[in-house]
């Protein structure tokens, strides 16, 4: 959720979260890729201290950090690419058989305040999940598609479509898993 918040705060307008999932490599990747307003080189190299922020409303920042740690905790690997002007790409890889792996939780109740209470921002969501070399599933979502069906009449926080998205998400994360 931070670092979704990160991209909100850069003024993106549209922010993709990408996880993959896939057994036979091990491997749990998880993308935030944002069109806001990115950083500089400077930045880059200091935004996994969490002694540096942006903010003026604390002196710590420690999502990403965390997140980078928690990746190479597990044997994995962190990158983060962003161009001023252009935006900001962070992948966090996973060994979800280490020890030290923290389970992902409940990422369909992260996904949904961000989609609800940013209707202005385009969110992409893609989650693929590959059991065996022969056998992988996926299921998106783009916010601007769900908009373009329902019109400005009825804005993404309306209790009913609320509740659309949440048995969406659920549907469609149990069906990867069947």
Known sequence: MDIAQN??????SRVEVLIDESVPDDLLSISINDNGKGMSPEQVESVTNPF??????RKVGLGVPLFKMEAEMTGGSFYIESELGVGTKLTANFKPSHIDMIPLGDINSTMLPLITQNPEINFVYRRTYKASDAEAKEFSIETNEIKEILGDDIPLDTPEIYLWLKEFFEENT?????
């Open 7 to 12: 991209s909100i705060v850069a003024g993106a």
């Open 52 to 57: 540096f922020t942006t903010r003026t409303t």
């Open 174 to 178: 149990k069906e990867l898993y069947e």
